[in-house]
């Protein structure tokens, strides 16, 4: 089963920009869709931005469209997210996450694998 393990989260001024990075150990990376989800204090989980291989696709959530960009690199096991333009409203906690089949969905309970998170803060 894939591990999944976050990095790149921190503190930046809005307007500001920054990438995490979501590193998964196992040799069957391909077959997942990996998500990046977010949850602010108080606030539900919420999809920010998901990637399927087997599909060419990606899909984001329109708070963050033109905003973030997810990426990947099969030969690293590893997912990205930049975020550009970045706004006090993106402060959250962010999570990576992995299903399958290699479809990605919005709902938070489609996915069974979590990262443990990483914390990113906008200052105004």
């Known amino acids: 089963q894939v591990q999944l393990v976050e990095s790149g989260g921190g503190s930046v001024q809005a307007g500001g920009s920054l990438r995490l990075d979501c590193a998964a150990s196992?040799?069957?990376?391909?077959?997942?869709?990996m998500a990046w989800f977010r949850q602010a204090p108080g606030q539900e989980r919420q999809f920010v931005a998901g990637i399927s291989w087997s599909q060419s696709s990606t899909t984001y959530a329109d708070s963050v469209k033109g905003r973030f960009t997810i990426s990947g690199d099969t030969a690293k096991n590893t997912i990205y997210l930049q975020m550009n333009s970045l706004k006090p409203e993106d402060t959250a906690v962010y999570y990576c996450?992995?299903?399958?089949?290699?479809?990605?969905?919005?709902?938070?309970?489609?996915?069974?694998?979590w990262g443990q998170g990483t914390q990113v803060t906008v200052s105004s």
């Open positions: 196992g040799r069957t990376f391909t077959t997942y869709a």
């Open positions: 996450a992995a299903r399958r089949p290699s479809h990605v969905l919005t709902l938070t309970s489609a996915y069974d694998i």
